[in-house]
T-cell receptor
Framework: GAGVSQSPRYKVTKRGQDVALRCDPI?????LYWYRQALGQGPEFLTY????????KSGLPNDRFSAERPEGSISTLTIQRTEQRDSAMYRC????????????????FGPGTRLLVL | AQTVTQSQPEMSVQEAETVTLSCTYD???????LFWYKQPPSRQMILVIR??????QNATENRFSVNFQKAAKSFSLKISDSQLGDAAMYFC??????????????FGKGTKLSVKP
């Protein structure tokens, strides 16, 4: 596709339910990042992948959050047993080169998934 | 750990005028990149401009330019000839260029820019 896409764009769920958020990066992009953005704040790093390997998950808030990118392309962020504090905009970004390598890197963001936990 | 600070929660500018948004950052690294992203009401994140820390020349993209002061750890964004479509939230972001780093962006809290007709 022409850009990063995310689905669903909006998700309303009840507390305790599991949700899966999908990110489809720009074709050929090696690195994929997940961020979470609370209202009125800047995005905060959650985790990232180079190809299919999860390189860092230090930003995941707790073990209810997990992510995968099994074929090095589409990624899924899963939140189990959702809580109201999980409500936020979840953003995905991809970049052409692998994160952590010296060199220019620009991250292109998807439109985000707005999650509301009731 | 690196931090990014945007001290102006809100700014306002008259259409066709010039406005400067401030950003400071804290790092012990010498190699890094700095970015300004725009987030319009649609909440997309759009790259506005990028600066490599090893380049002394300030980056420019049409009406957007930066004033990069490495010693002062300052990275301000100047928007010239402001247009109504420039109204948005603007985020300053830092990315390490150090080998082995995650490469994730560290964002400030943003500055909300209003443009008055």
């Amino acid at each position: 596709g022409a850009g990063v896409s995310q689905s669903p764009r909006y998700k309303v769920t009840k507390r305790g339910q599991d949700v899966a958020l999908r990110c489809d990066p720009i074709s050929g992009h090696v690195s994929l990042y997940w961020y979470r953005q609370a209202l009125g704040q800047g995005p905060e790093f959650l985790t990232y992948f180079n190809y299919e390997a999860q390189q860092d998950k230090s930003g995941l808030p707790n073990d209810r959050f997990s992510a995968e990118r099994p074929e090095g392309s589409i990624s899924t962020l899963t939140i189990q047993r959702t809580e109201q504090r999980d409500s936020a905009m979840y953003r995905c970004a991809s970049s052409l080169i692998a994160g952590g390598q010296l060199g220019e890197e620009t991250q292109y963001f998807g439109p985000g998934t707005r999650l509301l936990v009731l | 750990a690196q931090t990014v600070t945007q001290s102006q929660p809100e700014m306002s500018v008259q259409e066709a005028e010039t406005v400067t948004l401030s950003c400071t950052y804290d790092t012990s690294e010498s190699d890094y990149y700095l970015f300004w992203y725009k987030q319009p009401p649609s909440r997309q994140m759009i790259l506005v401009i990028r600066q490599e820390a090893y380049k002394q020349q300030n980056a420019t993209e049409n009406r957007f330019s930066v004033n990069f002061q490495k010693a002062a750890k300052s990275f301000s964004l100047k928007i010239s000839d402001s247009q109504l479509g420039d109204a948005a939230m603007y985020f300053c972001a830092y990315r390490s260029a150090r080998g082995g780093s995650q490469g994730n962006l560290i964002f400030g809290k943003g500055t909300k820019l209003s443009v008055k007709p």
